[in-house]
């Protein structure tokens, strides 16, 4: 069985931010695998710590320093000092995550979570798209 479905997440600011319960909460009672997309490329996913608040601003904060947006080589900033700083960051993240369920929860870690990681100064409404492949 594939379950596939399209979901519009409000704007969240600039930084990492857990969307676990926006995914858990639209999985079909299967168990197989899950694979979650971004549709953006100025935004990415991933799968990290989810207790400690401090991990997400620890992240942003390296990743800031990591891709500068005080750097003059850029040549992509059409929409400001964050697009081609956003568009490097999505990258090294990447636009999904996969993971795997059993009846319809997920498998991961007592200390994950999914993270919608904003890398642009103005937070925009964000696509993903939820695949769910599994049998019930």
Known sequence: MVNQKEVTLNPYPRGFHLITEDIVKRLPKITG???VFIKHTSASLTINENADPTVREDFETHFNKLVSEKETHYKHTLEGPDDMTSHIKS?????????????GVPLLGVWQGI???EH?????????????????
């Open 33 to 35: 695998v899950v694979n």
């Open 91 to 103: 990258s090294i993240l990447g636009s999904s995550v996969s993971f795997p369920i059993k009846e």
């Open 115 to 117: 993270y919608l990681c």
């Open 120 to 136: 642009r100064n103005g937070g925009k409404t964000r696509k993903i798209i939820i695949t769910s492949y599994g049998e019930s």
